[in-house]
């Protein structure tokens, strides 16, 4: 089992997409889950990146405390279940599995 080396510290930093305007007329739940995916993916990209590969690793607290470290309003329960998610490893575990059995 190969282990996970000190995270990476300088990182390249690339210009970010200009943001644009949400599309209008959608109802309001379809905002609000789209902005939960965001923060959700900006949370799970930043604890990859301080090391936290697994989604066990992950508590609520540590969630929280990266979301403080990285400028984002603290998730809710349901962004942190959602952050979890993202960070899962074994979706490709299932269909090696299949394909051997």
């Known amino acids: 089992m190969a282990v996970a080396g000190p995270p990476l510290q300088d990182l390249p ?3 970010t997409l200009p943001k644009k305007r949400m599309p209008a007329g959608r109802p309001r739940e379809w905002y609000e889950s789209h902005n ?3 923060k959700a993916m900006r949370l799970a ?3 990859l990146n301080s090391g936290v590969y697994r989604p066990e690793q992950a508590s609520n607290r540590k ?3 990266t979301a403080a470290r990285i400028g984002v309003h603290p998730p809710s329960d ?3 279940r959602m ?3 993202l960070i899962r490893t074994d979706r490709t575990d299932r269909t090696d599995r ?4």
Do not use: E
């Open 63 to 65: 969630i929280r405390t």
């Open 13 to 15: 930093t690339f210009p």
């Open 45 to 47: 990209i930043a604890l």
């Open 36 to 38: 939960r995916r965001l």
């Open 98 to 101: 299949a394909a051997c059995g």
């Open 78 to 80: 349901t962004t942190c």
């Open 83 to 85: 952050v979890r998610s």
